[in-house]
């Protein structure tokens, strides 16, 4: 359950009522592959599983960038170092988990180049195995939003960033080290990424490596370089 109006200190008496539960199912429902609650409409492409829309129903506005080519959660594998021919995952099966209605999610699983199984779970509120490499490999999850004329913001160790405006000149431009959440945000609306690692983030297309682009799509990459004979374990 979500209480939403608890005062400081306060605590929660929970009854268990059938009309409680109603209530919940009428502000969720879940197709097969779409999710939608009272804030937002989340659709999936159903041939690459990615999030191919994802649309804030108070403004009416479509946070995802559709002409870039990329979806939220898009699933890329770079085999080396050179992203310029990234490769996709397979075919996507997709299922209903959570049927509500305080939770419901949509399962995506396919095929992946770079792991035994590729596992996407889509969550809304009223990972990725790995198989043995021995050379160099890089894991990318694009998500391209749309927020024209936007401020980018980020979580690094010990301050809140805007790339390239509070970086010294000779700052590496590559990747960003974030912690928790990349913020984008005009004057009117705004999307906070939140991740539940620290990994690298570029801020480039995927084939340009070395530029840093304010408004282009955000990436979550992950190298693992090799130089012994070692590779993480996959499960």
Known sequence: MIHTKLPPKGVPKWINTVGLMLLFCR???EKAAELSN???ALKVDEKTGAISGLKWK???IELVNGE???????????????????QRNGPVNIRIK???PLVASLLIESDAPGCHKLTRELRIID??????????EGVHLAFSFNVPKGVMRMDTPWA????????????????????RWVDVSNRDYGVTWAKPAPNTVWLSNLAEEKASKIT???EMAAYEIVTLRVSLPGK
Do not use: H, W
């Open 27 to 29: 502000y969720m429902t």
């Open 38 to 40: 009272r804030r937002i």
């Open 58 to 60: 108070r403004n009416n």
């Open 68 to 86: 870039a080519g990329l979806g939220l959660n898009d699933y890329f594998y770079v085999t080396g170092r050179d992203p310029k021919d990234p």
């Open 98 to 100: 959570e049927q509500g």
């Open 127 to 136: 990972g990725i195995d790995k198989e043995k490499i021995y050379k160099q």
């Open 160 to 179: 809140v960033v805007q790339p390239e405006v509070d970086q010294l000149p000779g700052s590496c431009k590559n990747y960003f080290t974030v912690q």
């Open 216 to 218: 282009g799509p955000i």
